[in-house]
């Protein structure tokens, strides 16, 4: 079993930024790639990023591309989002997730949220305007 636990989250003017953390225990995450999710109040939960397992490959939805950057250090046992020029609509829940040992090839299989087989609480990231 891994435990994820994500932090880093809080209230921040639009414009601004903040760093995500989601450390794992129980396991190491680094044979495997990990993602972003978010989930707005009434919406379902959607991709936001995922980094392979090298992180030599990434994936952003087309809502964050250009702001948020997502990374990993496999000796920390650790994976980040540095969320940058936020947005109202960036408000939400932030979860990470493991992915399971199918490989991460394409976009739509990074966004697929069943490849993700343990996810943490979350944190939540309010940005206002």
């Known amino acids: 079993q891994v435990q994820l636990v994500e932090s880093g989250g809080g209230l921040v003017q639009a414009g601004g930024s903040l760093r995500l953390s989601c450390a794992a225990s129980?396991?190491?995450?680094?044979?495997?790639?990990m993602g972003w999710f978010r989930q707005a109040p009434g919406k379902d939960r959607e991709f936001v990023a995922c980094?392979?397992?090298?992180?030599?490959?990434?994936y952003y939805a087309d809502s964050v591309k250009g702001r948020f950057t997502i990374s990993r250090d496999n000796a920390k046992n650790t994976a980040y989002l540095q969320m940058n020029s936020l947005k109202p609509e960036d408000t939400a829940v932030y979860y990470c997730a493991r992915r399971g040992i199918k490989p991460l090839s394409t976009y739509s299989s990074a966004a697929d949220r069943g490849e993700y087989g343990y996810w943490g609480q979350g944190t939540q990231v309010t940005v206002s305007s």
């Open positions: 129980g396991r190491t995450i680094g044979s495997y790639a």
């Open positions: 980094i392979s397992v090298g992180g030599g490959v990434t």
